[in-house]
T-cell receptor
Framework: AQSVTQLGSHVSVSEGALVLLRCNYS??????LFWYVQYPNQGLQLLLK??????LVKGINGFEAEFKKSETSFHLTKPSAHMSDAAEYFC????????????FGAGTTVTVRA | EAQVTQNPRYLITVTGKKLTVTCSQN?????MSWYRQDPGLGLRQIYY???????DKGDVPEGYKVSRKEKRNFPLILESPSPNQTSLYFC??????????FGEGSWLTVV
């Protein structure tokens, strides 16, 4: 069975600073990996996904993530944080191309300091 | 507009009183799922459906039922709710090999 570990339940960054959210996965098969963002009182929105093509994946709002098989990681980064990036972020893994069965990490809450 | 609609958005109920949370999608998606979100645990899948009349258990199905009689609807049924089912619930849908779309969530409190 696949699973996801997000390191750090809370991350605080200054506006303009690098955002780095860590995600490690375990999977018995080549995984499909996702990052979702949840703004307060809203549902989840897909930021980006890795589906075995390019290992560096670019998403919306300036986010990107790099798949590293040797480290079983899929860390999310954004070079310069904006106040609007304050949200909860979830890493998720699925076994294949169908998104319908996802296993989520516990989530990382990002706060951005002015 | 493509959307997944859940109702009710907020509900307080009492232990043992049957309730149904409805979910409807207007994108003709094959796949639909229910998740619950709890602090520190992320989202956990309750049930999923790959098409009409095809449903299967997710990771935490105990205490829940679902049905998929029509492609657009996927209601979540709590026959006898208990306080440990107090949670934030999300319905989701996706086409085959496509991106998941989530509803806005339903806050359920069982007292």
């Amino acid at each position: 069975a696949q699973s996801v570990t997000q390191l750090g339940s809370h991350v605080s960054v200054s506006e303009g600073a690098l955002v780095l959210l860590r995600c490690n996965y375990s999977s018995s098969v080549p995984p499909y990996l996702f990052w979702y963002v949840q703004y307060p009182n809203q549902g989840l929105q897909l930021l980006l996904k890795y589906t075995s093509a390019a290992t560096l994946v670019k998403g919306i709002n300036g986010f990107e993530a790099e798949f590293k098989k040797s480290e079983t990681s899929f860390h999310l980064t954004k070079p310069s944080a904006h106040m609007s990036d304050a949200a909860e972020y979830f890493c998720a893994v699925s076994k294949g191309s169908n998104d319908y069965k996802l296993s989520f990490g516990a989530g990382t809450t990002v706060t951005v300091r002015a | 507009e493509a959307q997944v609609t859940q109702n009710p958005r907020y509900l307080i109920t009492v232990t043992g009183k049957k309730l149904t949370v409805t979910c409807s999608q207007n994108m003709n998606h094959e796949y639909m799922s229910w998740y619950r979100q709890d602090p520190g645990l992320g989202l956990r899948q309750i049930y999923y459906s790959m098409n009409v009349e095809v449903t299967d258990k997710g990771d935490v199905p105990e205490g829940y039922k679902v049905s998929r009689k029509e492609k657009r609807n996927f209601p979540l049924i709590l026959e006898s709710p208990s306080p440990n089912q107090t949670s934030l619930y999300f319905c989701a849908s996706s086409p085959a090999r496509g991106t998941i779309y989530f509803g806005e969530g339903s806050w359920l409190t069982v007292v």
